[in-house]
Structures are given as C-alpha cells and as structure tokens.
C-alpha cells in the first residue's frame, strides 16, 4: 500500500501537533483477526452432518466482529434419454441445497451450488441406454457456490473457551425437463467448507508515559529531523 503524496503531508502535520504536545497515556488496542475452517467432505445426498469451530476466546481480546463463510460444491452425473416420439430440447440440473445452520437449527447460511446440462436430442431411439441418438450421460459434472454473513453485535453464539458445533445439510434438488417422456437418473454428491473469522482489539498493557516539555523541541529541531523520519517511524509501509 503506498500512501499519496497531499496524505502523507496531512499525516505529517498531525503528527508534528501530537509531537510538540505532552502525550499522554491512551491504552493501545490493535486491531487484529484469527481465522477458523471446518469441512464436510464431499459425499452422496443427501446428510445431514455437522462442522466444529473454535469460540472465540474472551482471554484474546475484545470481539469486534463475526464472519462466517459457507462454501458448497455439488458433484455428480446426469443421464437423460427422450423418450418422445418427437424430437426435444432437454436441459437439466444437478443441484443440492447446501445450508449450514445455527445449533438451533434455523438456517444461518444457504447455498444452491448447480451444474447444467441442455441438448438437443432426437425422437426415442427405442433403447433406454443414456446414449445413442436420443440420450446422454454426463459424468463428473461439478459447480460451487459461497455466501458469507458478518456479526457485529449478539456475539453469544461465538464466545466461549469451548467449540461450536453447527449442523451442515444437504438436499438433492436435481431435475430435468423439455420432454413429457423423459428418463433421467442423478447421482447428487455435496460437500461444504466453513470458514469463521473473529476480529478483535488485543488488550495491551498502558504504555508509560512520556512527557516531553513544549519549549524543549523547538519546531525548527524537528523539522531538521525530518517529516520523513517521522513516517517511517509511525508508519512503516508494509511490503506489497
Ligand atoms: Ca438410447
């Protein structure tokens, strides 16, 4: 991240205010963020299983925020075979709902992750094979999805020196249409991964404090040291 140019000037004046005024203790707090994962592999629908999670601990600091991210994928394969007389525009999904709920079972996040499939195919070829000229087969079919929350206050779920175990559910919601004949078999496989992030103020210890006499540091000594010094010193580039 590198600072503009009229920023860095603005910075440097308040810093130079601050300097040449007594500082007095003010409890340093960082802001800071630790982050959690738990999956539930990815296996036939549908199941109903669960992820465990670190609480926050209260020791660590002061909960400012709760994310929660829910990543779902659906695998699988369609077979479809038109059984119409007629030609038919099929399309197909292989879909499962993927939720991660609150112990309490109400539904915290929810996901639809869905792999497509639309053909052509010709009248009923007179064997119901999944191929030739009026059936398919899709193997290795796959798609994910995500959606994500954040907590800024109500943080009771989350804290505690134990875990949290939420409920992971999926349910197949896989289907076909275009033809009023159609033969279809799915096989609908789901997994999911959680991911938690609590941010928080680390609680340091006061600083001692330093008094430095007004008249002592004369603005013409610290201009002599340097706006640039001084940056450095306060605010260090991080490396990117
Ligand atoms: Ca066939």
């Given amino acids: ?3 503009h140019r009229h920023f860095s000037i603005q910075f440097a004046a308040a810093i130079l205010v601050a300097f040449t005024a007594p500082i007095t203790a003010v409890q340093a707090a ?3 963020t630790v982050k959690y994962e738990s999956s539930v592999n990815v296996q036939k629908t549908n199941f109903n299983k669960f992820v465990t999670l670190p609480k926050f601990d209260p020791k660590l600091g002061e909960l400012q925020k709760v994310f929660v991210q829910l990543g ?5 394969s369609i077979q479809l075979e038109n059984l119409d007389a007629e030609p038919a525009d099929v399309t197909a999904n292989l879909s499962a709902e993927v939720s991660l709920l609150k112990p309490d079972k109400s539904i915290l996040l929810t996901t639809l992750p869905t792999a497509s499939i639309a053909k052509s195919f010709a009248a009923d070829d007179g064997t119901q ?5 009026s059936g398919a087969t899709y193997n290795n079919l796959s798609n994910s999805k995500t959606a994500s929350t954040s907590f800024t206050s109500d943080f009771g779920l989350f804290i505690g020196s134990d875990t949290l175990t939420l409920p992971v559910t999926a349910v197949a919601k896989s289907s076909g249409t275009g033809a009023g004949n159609l ?3 799915f096989q609908t496989l789901a997994g999911a991964k959680v ?3 609590y941010e928080y103020y680390i609680k340091k210890p006061e600083e001692p404090k330093r008094e ?3 008249s002592s540091i004369p603005l013409s000594a610290l201009a002599a040291v340097g706006v640039c010094t001084l940056l450095k010193s306060k605010y260090p580039r991080s490396a990117e």
């Fill in 1 to 3: 991240m590198i600072m």
């Fill in 30 to 32: 960082t802001l800071t």
């Fill in 72 to 76: 779902s994928e659906v695998q699988g």
């Fill in 129 to 133: 094979d999944f191929s030739g000229l």
């Fill in 183 to 185: 033969a279809q078999i």
């Fill in 195 to 197: 991911e938690v992030v």
């Fill in 212 to 214: 430095i006499p007004e």
